[in-house]
């Protein structure tokens, strides 16, 4: 490592990680966006050859002027996610630097895309940057999201001589601050919109060969729920668990999301509200996928009220939260 740059550099750095986005809403963009996450063997398990064929030939082709259209609904001079994960290590910081930590950098990273994380790693050896803690913002552990977190940091690692010590969190689904922060922003939120007939806490998907495999990633969100409907009070009645965001033809984990929602208002369900403690920051999929697009499914089928509960984001108790993970990572790398 540089050295030289040991007296200005950090003691600590935190990687703040989420999944990623495109640079623009283009298809261009999108496309190029696609092609890194969707060729990705973490995201996609086939084999390679076969899948860089339907890849290349009909997904990107077909998907990319659509999602570039859906992203171009949301953005807002930049991507949500984006700005968030931004905001999000800016407060981190200040919370660290208010408890002592001062010489310590919070850095917002994505796996895919920009700012890369792969990109903030070399940076950081060359500014001689000796302690890490990387945390993955999915509550929930899947090898499909915190997994490829931890790929590219190995491939990073194997690259390099000097290794810094680096701490990986895995994930919090279960924290007692994240499920506080969940049912604080739900009560919160019904404070000012009223009650619902129904809340549904809606994940996002992932295959059900995936978790026949043995990704903890549905039995994770499971426990999330329980625990958030305790922290509320509610009934069995009162609520309900899905997955949204479906890919291709198998079959994912269920139940689905724009189904369940079709048959609540079918069985006249008038009012719901949706939550997605799955992610923490609003996305694509939760401004357009959830807030919109199930919300027009629900209101078809013959239900009366829907809306959609905004991710944690930058709320105070989830910047809580991330400060009791990270801190005790950082005070023992620097012991």
């Not at 993955?136 to 001589?161: E, K, N």
């Amino acid at each position: 490592m540089n050295q030289t740059d040991s007296d200005t550099s950090p003691a600590v750095a935190v990687l703040l990680v989420n999944l990623g986005t495109p640079d623009s809403p283009t298809p261009q963009a999108v496309g190029r966006y696609l092609r890194q996450f969707l060729s990705d063997p973490r995201v996609i398990e086939i084999p390679r050859i076969v899948w860089a064929v339907i890849l290349n030939l009909f997904v990107i082709p077909l998907r990319s002027k659509r999602v570039a259209h859906a992203y171009a609904s949301i953005w807002d001079g930049d991507s949500p996610m984006r700005k968030i994960l931004i905001a999000q290590a800016g407060a981190l910081s200040q919370k660290l630097a208010m408890l002592g930590r001062k010489n310590v950098d919070v850095l917002p990273v994505m796996t895919y895309g920009n700012p890369s994380m792969a990109l903030a790693l070399n940076d950081l050896y060359q500014r001689g940057v000796e302690h890490i803690v990387v945390l993955p913002l999915f509550p929930q552990y899947s090898a499909t999201s915190t997994g490829a977190v931890f790929d590219v940091t190995s491939r990073w690692l194997q690259s390099q001589r000097n290794l810094p010590s680096l701490v990986l969190i895995k994930d919090y689904f279960d924290h007692p601050l994240y499920i506080e922060a969940l049912a604080d922003r739900v009560r919160r939120y019904q404070l000012q919109h009223g009650v619902p007939d129904k809340l549904l806490m809606s994940f996002h998907g992932i295959p059900q060969p995936y978790a026949d495999r043995g990704d903890p990633y549905a039995e994770r969100c499971h426990v999330t729920a329980q625990l958030l409907a305790q922290k509320l009070g509610l009934s069995s009645e009162q609520w309900a668990i899905s997955f949204q965001s479906r890919f291709g033809r198998q079959e994912w984990v269920k139940p689905y999301t724009n189904q369940l929602l079709s048959e609540w208002a079918q069985a006249g369900v008038q009012s719901v509200q949706v939550i997605s403690p799955a992610f923490s920051a609003d996305c694509l999929e939760t401004l357009e996928e959830l807030a919109v697009e199930n919300r027009d499914v629900f209101l078809h089928a013959g239900g009366q009220s829907y809306a959609y509960i905004p991710a944690l984001n930058v709320d105070d108790l989830h910047i809580d939260m991330m400060m009791s993970l990270v801190a005790p990572m950082i005070d023992g790398l620097m012991a």
